[in-house]
């Protein structure tokens, strides 16, 4: 028989702006520029909307929540995590565990990165132990290095209750 578990994917990348909000992971990290989209463009929990959603097999985030759709414009990521959450409840999955990496050459994220874990756990309900989050640079290399823009992965353990 096989394991009633699965795992999936997420990838995503925002350009940074100046003037505008940096939001990560739910939290605001203060700095100079912030990533540039049509919700809050929280690109780590957008990773892991699309991990979560790969999983049960059920598309991607701009399919269920498309930026041309006015009332997803400047939205809280957090609320289209909480919302995946659920879908994937309704077809009968559970998280298992979350595994994600940031890729950002400025600002440092380590002081950012339990806050991120702690918001993340309350939003899809699971323990700290079960988010892992991570941080690294692309060496100056690249759009991330040359800071024009964040990107970031995830996976997503699931379970069918």
Same mark, same amino acid.
């Given at each position: 028989?096989?394991?009633?578990?699965?795992?999936?994917?997420?990838?995503?990348?925002?350009?940074? &702006? #100046?003037?505008?909000?940096?939001?990560?992971?739910?939290?605001?990290?203060?700095?100079?520029?912030? %990533?540039?989209?049509?919700?809050? %463009?929280?690109?780590?929990?957008?990773?892991?909307?699309?991990?979560?959603?790969? %999983?049960?097999?059920?598309?991607?985030?701009?399919?269920?929540? @498309?930026?041309?759709?006015?009332? *997803?414009?400047?939205?809280?990521? /957090?609320?289209?995590? /909480?919302?995946?959450? #659920?879908?994937?409840? #309704?077809?009968? *999955?559970?998280?298992?565990?979350?595994? &994600?990496?940031?890729?950002?050459?400025?600002?440092?994220?380590?002081?950012?990165? !339990? %806050?991120? /874990?702690?918001?993340?756990?309350?939003?899809?309900?699971?323990?700290?132990?079960?988010? @892992?989050?991570?941080?690294?640079?692309? !060496?100056?290399?690249?759009?991330?290095?040359?800071? !024009?823009?964040?990107?970031?992965? &995830?996976? &997503?353990?699931?379970?069918?209750?």
């Amino acid at each position: 028989m096989k394991p009633n578990i699965r795992v999936g994917y997420g990838y995503d990348v925002h350009a940074l &702006a #100046e003037g505008v909000d940096f939001w990560i992971g739910g939290i605001k990290v203060p700095h100079t520029h912030g %990533a540039y989209g049509h919700s809050d %463009a929280d690109v780590l929990i957008h990773v892991i909307c699309d991990a979560l959603l790969g %999983a049960a097999n059920m598309r991607d985030i701009g399919f269920h929540f @498309s930026d041309k759709d006015p009332q *997803y414009k400047g939205i809280d990521s /957090k609320i289209l995590l /909480k919302r995946v959450v #659920e879908l994937i409840a #309704e077809k009968g *999955y559970g998280i298992v565990n979350i595994d &994600a990496t940031v890729c950002l050459q400025r600002p440092k994220l380590s002081p950012h990165i !339990e %806050a991120m /874990k702690q918001t993340l756990a309350e939003v899809m309900d699971l323990p700290l132990e079960d988010v @892992s989050v991570k941080a690294t640079t692309t !060496e100056k290399l690249g759009f991330v290095g040359k800071e !024009e823009g964040v990107s970031a992965h &995830a996976v &997503a353990l699931i379970y069918k209750k």
